[in-house]
């Protein structure tokens, strides 16, 4: 995590597990939600292998196991299945993403920086890192949970999977995109495509797919403790993506900013959303 951001993981982490053990103490940590908890601190636990595995291997993972074991424990309906089949597949997505760019020539020298600098990572740092990654994919599944888990699932369920589908192709565009454009020239800026208008679409499609996910849980619970909790890795989520964008959107500044190109480039696109003037 980079930017402002990072200064409220700590915070963030005691906040979610306040929510944990308010659940516990409500009596509302049945089996399912309590499978769910230990299932992903031990997906984690890839992060004492290799600290970057956990923010994509280990959050792809997550995404696939555990709403496959939520609609194994509660047999959803059709709608709320198909719902679920979105999260896995943006979790085989990801996972699929993240081998191929491993594998790719362009982030070779990315990827042996990575493991350079997590060497050098203090592990009390990287017990708080699993700890936190580890309690916001329960709180991002727990609106999977919800869904799985209701009998009240309403009509809106499809625009909340329509939403899904729709940020989660964005995403898949334009990573493609870009490791196509970086697959001829590994030292350029991507600005073809999604790219033309929006300096960060991979990022806004993250943001539409759980916005999306957090919807189908609203549509699905009328709890507000439910609203509370799936809410809080959501707005993680989101401000995450929102400052890892506006750091890449400096760092690109800072490497192409003496480009005439970069900077007509600049001023004919948007942050994650297109410009309007």
Same mark, same amino acid.
């Given at each position: 995590?980079?930017?402002?951001? /990072?200064?409220? #993981?700590?915070?963030?982490?005691?906040?979610?597990?306040?929510?944990?053990?308010?659940?516990?103490?409500?009596?509302?940590? !049945?089996a399912p939600l309590l499978i769910? !908890?230990? $299932? #992903?601190?031990?997906?984690?636990?890839?992060?004492?292998?290799r600290f970057m595995y956990a923010f994509n291997f280990g959050y792809a993972s997550t995404m696939i196991l555990l709403p496959l074991i939520?609609?194994?424990?509660?047999?959803?309906?059709?709608?709320a299945s198909v719902f679920l089949a979105v999260v896995i597949l943006y979790g085989l997505r990801l996972g699929l993403f993240?081998?191929? /760019?491993?594998?790719?020539?362009?982030?070779?020298?990315?990827a042996q920086e990575s493991t350079k600098?997590? /060497?050098?990572?203090?592990?009390?740092?990287?017990?708080?890192?699993? *700890?936190?990654l580890s309690a916001l994919m329960f709180f991002i599944t727990f609106n999977a949970w919800a869904v799985a888990s209701s009998g009240n699932v309403n009509a809106t369920i499809w625009l909340s999977t329509l939403v899904m589908l729709i940020g989660l192709s964005i995403e898949a565009i334009a990573d493609r995109q870009k490791q196509d454009v970086k697959r001829i020239d590994k030292d350029t800026f991507c600005y073809v495509g999604l790219y033309k208008k929006i300096r960060h679409p991979n990022y806004l499609g993250e943001i539409?797919?759980?916005?999306?996910?957090?919807?189908? @849980?609203?549509?699905?619970? $009328?709890?507000i403790h439910a609203l509370?909790?799936? $809410?809080?890795? #959501?707005?993680?989520? *989101?401000? @995450? @993506?929102?400052?890892?964008?506006?750091?890449?959107? +400096?760092? +690109?500044?800072? /490497?192409?900013?003496e480009l005439e190109k970069f900077n007509e480039y600049r001023k004919t696109s948007g942050l994650l959303l297109p410009r309007l003037f």
């Open positions: 995590m980079q930017g402002p951001i /990072r200064y409220f #993981t700590l915070p963030m982490l005691l906040v979610m597990w306040g929510g944990v053990y308010w659940l516990w103490s409500s009596d509302l940590l !049945i769910g !908890i230990i $299932g #992903t601190h031990l997906i984690c636990t890839i992060i004492f292998h939520y609609a194994a424990i509660y047999s959803p309906g059709f709608a993240s081998w191929r /760019r491993y594998m790719s020539e362009s982030y070779a020298a990315r600098a997590t /060497r050098a990572i203090p592990f009390p740092l990287v017990i708080i890192t699993w *700890l936190f539409i797919f759980h916005m999306g996910l957090y919807w189908g @849980m609203v549509s699905s619970s $009328g709890q509370i909790l799936g $809410g809080l890795g #959501t707005g993680w989520i *989101l401000a @995450m @993506m929102c400052s890892e964008a506006f750091v890449l959107d +400096q760092k +690109q500044l800072e /490497r192409y900013g």
